[in-house]
């Protein structure tokens, strides 16, 4: 028994490693982690935030969070303004041309993955977010 979990443990490794690496998942990953990642953090989670949170958020290095913000300013779909309340922290904010890129990425990535979801069908697309959630919530113990 103990070598059979070990085998699916290895084949589910080698399955998610496969996926992962497949050239569509590594857009969206670098997506999500870059510029698009920040405008859907700054759209739908908290605007007005500060560039150390949004790196936590997003799993990257502040120095790599520099260079998106300042990527996105010079496009103008973020601005950064001093706090209110302290004038030393720096603030990211989303502006109207920011949030039409972001719905237009979004749309981008909706429209990448439905044949996926027309192969899967319904019924299978939600048992595999189901699994996915599963997934995300264990910590590795």
């Known amino acids: 028994m103990e ?8 084949e589910l490794y080698m399955l998610l490693a496969q996926m992962l690496n497949r050239r569509v998942n590594r857009s969206v990953q670098d997506s999500i982690r870059g510029e698009y990642g920040t405008l859907h953090y ?6 007005g935030e500060s560039a150390g949170e949004l790196s936590r958020y997003l799993h990257i290095v502040p120095g ?13 779909y973020v ?11 720096v603030l990211v904010f989303i502006t109207k041309a920011g949030m ?6 979004r ?8 044949g996926l979801l027309k192969k899967l069908g319904r019924e299978d697309t939600l ?7 599963i997934m995300l919530s264990y910590d590795g113990e």
């Open 100 to 105: 039409t890129e972001e719905k237009k990425r």
């Open 64 to 76: 790599r969070m520099t260079d998106i913000l300042s990527s996105l300013e010079c496009k103008g």
């Open 127 to 133: 048992e595999l977010i189901r699994l996915l959630k």
């Open 79 to 89: 601005e950064r303004r001093k706090s209110e309340e302290d004038g030393r922290r």
């Open 3 to 10: 070598s059979r979990e070990e085998d699916l443990g290895e």
């Open 42 to 47: 700054l759209t739908y989670v908290h605007d």
């Open 107 to 114: 749309a981008a990535i909706r429209n990448e993955y439905k």
